[in-house]
T-cell receptor
């Protein structure tokens, strides 16, 4: 039973354009959401997070939007760069619980074409 | 200097063998984890240790046994390997187990059981 879903396995975007990666969750207890980025043959690295008390968090070219009523979050990358080509994992947790209960989605592979 | 290092990077072995994967972190973190990424690409928690104490032990077969000699090391020993154990195993660490602190992952160990 997938509690965190990334329904698009891949996304291709032209350099300079916006990349939008989507994520849905089912567990109402989740109140903290994260995005991790993974290059081939490397481990995931933390990118950006958002608490359920916010609906937007921005860090440079990366912005995460949270729609609690729809149980949906998205990651926007503007402008997209070839170096952004990677697999992006959405993850969710209950902030008061153990980090080991972090639930990951299957990932979306982003390809940014020059 | 690599923050979270795991060895070996690749491990090819036959069914029934016993193997170990080592993990070390030099970040001074209190919590370490083992994750498994299976063929469906899900990243799933297997174990987490906080200051050498087992915190989470997900429903993995007892053929898998983590060992934490000190808080900088968390090794994974697997007995009687089966075909279904083939996956990429990631070690990770975080500053604490509670609240949020980013997970720092190793580069993974690709285990192939033949």
């Amino acid at each position: 039973d997938q509690q965190v879903k990334q329904n698009s396995p891949s996304l291709s975007v032209q350099e300079g354009r916006i990349s939008i990666l989507n994520c849905d969750y089912t567990n109402s207890m989740f109140d903290y959401f994260l995005w991790y980025k993974k290059y081939p043959a490397e481990g995931p690295t933390f990118l950006i997070s958002i608490s359920s008390i916010k609906d937007k968090n921005e860090d440079g070219r990366f912005t995460v939007f949270l729609n609690k009523s729809a149980k949906h979050l998205s990651l926007h990358i503007v402008p997209s760069q070839p170096g952004d080509s990677a697999v992006y994992f959405c993850a969710a947790m209950n902030y008061g619980g153990s980090q080991g209960n972090l639930i990951f989605g299957k990932g979306t592979k982003l390809s940014v074409k020059p | 200097d690599t923050a979270v290092s795991q060895t070996p990077k690749y491990l090819v072995t036959q069914m029934g063998n016993d193997k170990s994967i080592k993990c070390e972190q030099n970040l001074g973190h209190d919590t370490m984890y083992w994750y498994k990424q299976d063929s469906k690409k899900f990243l799933k928690i297997m174990f987490s240790y906080n200051n050498k104490e087992l915190i989470i032990n997900e429903t993995v077969p007892n053929r898998f046994s983590p060992k934490s000699p000190d808080k900088a090391h968390l090794n994974l020993h697997i007995n009687s390997l089966e075909l279904g154990d083939s996956a990429v195993y990631f070690c990770a660490s975080s500053q604490s187990d509670r609240g949020f602190s980013p997970l720092h992952f190793g580069n993974g160990t690709r285990l192939t059981v033949t």
